[in-house]
């Protein structure tokens, strides 16, 4: 008897597990996998596809949120931004795919027309960073791209370095050419510099008419307004205030919340 109360006690127990275990995989929400970053890509995609904008931005901003990031998402977020009329977001997100493919046709095209549409016309900057070729070379070259472009060269004069040695009567053909890759990698080596500088403190108006202030607070003299998907770089934080300097050189206090920072 006492054995037979043992085994219908084991079976109770064993049926109660069993029961428990059907329950949490078949219960909606409970024991399913996250959802991976392609499969809320492509979510993200048919939504965007059907015209529901917003579903397709809260799809793509969750693989953000996932700490995944590529050129591709944040050129299609900035799409669904921009059919959402979000302007100063659809540009934020156009800066930032940008600065991982900078050389994308569809992409340039529609930053450029999306910066088109910003109220008020930015002002270039001056100096020699606003030099032609200079520009191109910054606006077009992203910044591993950049480093792989010194690699190489650096690379380059080590290969010459070892054939002047066992080639000593070749040191003065050599001699002019390691030189002017010197020059070019110290000038390449200041350009990231300027650019890694640059990206880490632009951001992007995301709300209308944004007033920049004299002083941090809100009682200061207006200076002049920000148009939303204005680009700007940030200076420096004081509580909920932002130091920015417009590109002709301006600069003022703005509320944190009515822009973002690129990176």
């Given amino acids: 008897m006492k054995r037979k109360r043992i085994i219908f006690t084991c079976g109770i127990c064993a049926a109660a597990f069993g029961l428990a275990l059907s329950l949490s995989v078949n219960c909606p929400g409970q024991g399913e996998a996250p959802s991976t970053p392609g499969e809320l890509f492509a979510k993200g995609n048919e939504f965007y596809v059907s015209g529901d904008h917003a579903s397709a931005i809260g799809e793509y901003e969750k693989i953000l949120a996932l700490d995944q990031e590529s050129g591709p998402l944040y050129y299609n977020l900035a799409n669904a931004y921009f059919k959402a009329g979000a302007l100063g977001k659809a540009i934020l997100n156009y800066q930032r795919a940008k600065d991982l493919m900078p050389r994308d046709a569809d992409l340039l095209a529609n930053y450029r027309y999306a910066r088109a549409m910003v109220q008020g016309k930015e002002v270039p900057c001056r100096g020699i960073w606003n030099w032609a070729p200079l520009r191109i070379y910054?606006?077009?070259?992203?910044?591993?791209?950049?480093?792989?472009?010194?690699?190489?060269?650096?690379?380059?004069?080590?290969?010459?370095?070892?054939?002047?040695?066992?080639?000593?009567?070749w040191r003065r053909l050599f001699v002019p050419v390691i030189i002017a890759l010197a020059v070019a990698i110290s000038l390449n080596v200041i350009v990231i510099w300027h650019k890694t500088r640059e990206i880490r403190t632009a951001a992007v108006t995301i709300?209308?008419?944004?007033?920049?202030?004299?002083?941090?607070y809100g009682s200061a003299t207006k200076f002049f307004t920000l148009p939303e998907g204005m680009k700007v770089n940030v200076l420096k934080d004081k509580d909920q205030w932002r130091r920015v300097r417009r590109s002709d050189g301006n600069v003022g206090w703005v509320p944190r919340e009515s822009l973002e920072m690129v990176r």
């Fill in 207 to 216: 709300k209308p008419d944004t007033e920049a202030l004299y002083a941090p």
């Fill in 138 to 169: 910054c606006a077009g070259v992203s910044i591993d791209e950049m480093t792989l472009i010194s690699s190489g060269m650096y690379l380059v004069i080590i290969v010459l370095l070892f054939i002047g040695v066992l080639r000593p009567g």
